[in-house]
Every structure is written in C-alpha cells, then in structure tokens.
C-alpha cells in the first residue's frame, strides 16, 4: 500500500482577474460523454465545478481558454491510446454544457501538453496573464502536463480539485501531489476560488 503524503489544500483564494486564465482541458466528448472513445467515469462529476469557475472567470474579464485534444488520423498517439479526438469529428468537440463563448480562446494541441506546439503561452503574455486555473481531464496525464508546463514558464497555478477527473483516485491525487509540491500550486476546490 503507497501512502500519499498530505498535499496542502487552500480552503478561499483570491486572483486578480485581469491577470488570471482559467484553462479547461479536454472536456470533449471522447473524454467527458459515456459515448465517448476514452470515457473518463468521473469527467462528468466535474462539469458543475468547472460551469462555476466559467461563470466567475467571465463575470469578473478573467481570460477563458478551452485545448482540444486535436489528432490526425494517422496520429502515432494511438498506438498508446484508442483512436480518440480525431479532428472534427463529434468525439473532438467540447461538451455541450460547457460550450466556449465569443472571445473565448479554443487551443488544439497534439500531445498532451496544452503549450507544446500552441500559441498559448503567447497569447497568455500578450494578456499580460501571471496565474493559470487548471481544470478538465485528465488530472495526471493532459492536465498534469499543462499545469506543469505553465509552472515551468513561472505561471502561478491553481488546481480546484473538483473542477478535475482522472481515471483513478491514484490518478488525481499523484497530479495534485505533483501541482502541489514539485510546482509550487495552489490546491482547492472551485467555490473557493474568486476573480477579484
């Protein structure tokens, strides 16, 4: 039996809007819809977290982006994983309820980090943003691999636990241990969080 050390949680946390993005990662339908190729079981258990944070973020001008998992399909991807997320197809888009707005940034990414071969980290300078929400799924692989490729570029990262699915309980508490401790994040939960 592998204990997990305590990871540190913050019960309120406030972030000023106009330097915060909250990123949603791969909420598809592959992932997040009992049809989808790769379900993720807890994906939807998710969604009300992550409907709360969007509502926050875009009443207080806090910056909205959604990734995509985006595959050809001839993708290498899928020799590790089922066909998944081909592009345009209905596994590939965004889940109905939680639907990007105008002005909102959509990122279609090829691996599983949201910054890898994207124009994120460029527009999120251009907009002069300094903190990253991380939410979605799947915690330790696509939402491990963004936060941490954000932390690495000296964004401040938060991570509402109840806005994040994996496949397993391991799953997510090993990406919270690592958001927590190797990069310095912030854990919490969405209620928690204001765009002030």
Request: hydrophobic share 45%; net charge negative; aromatic share 10%.
């Amino acid at each position: 039996m592998v204990e997990v050390p305590e990871i540190p949680k913050v019960v309120g946390l406030e972030l000023p809007a106009k330097e915060t993005a909250l990123i949603v990662v791969d909420m598809q339908n592959d992932f997040a819809h009992p049809q989808g190729a790769l379900f993720v079981p807890e994906a939807p258990r998710s969604v009300p977290a992550i409907k709360l944070l969007l509502e926050k973020a875009r009443e207080a001008g806090a910056r909205v982006v959604y990734t995509q998992d985006w595959h050809r399909e001839d993708d290498p991807e899928f020799q590790i994983w089922p066909r998944h997320a081909v592009a345009g197809t209905w596994g590939a888009e965004i889940l109905e309820e939680l639907r990007p707005e105008p002005g909102d940034l959509v990122v279609q990414k090829v691996r599983y980090d949201a910054f890898y071969g994207t124009p994120l980290d460029h527009y999120l300078h251009l907009w002069g943003v300094k903190h990253v929400v991380v939410t979605g799924t799947v915690a330790n692989i696509c939402v491990l691999h963004t936060a941490g490729s954000a932390a690495l570029r000296w964004y401040r990262v938060v991570l509402p636990e109840d806005a994040t699915s994996a496949l397993t309980p391991f799953d997510l508490q090993a990406a919270l241990r690592q958001v927590a401790f190797l990069y310095q994040g912030k854990v919490t939960r969405a209620e928690g969080v204001r765009f002030v």
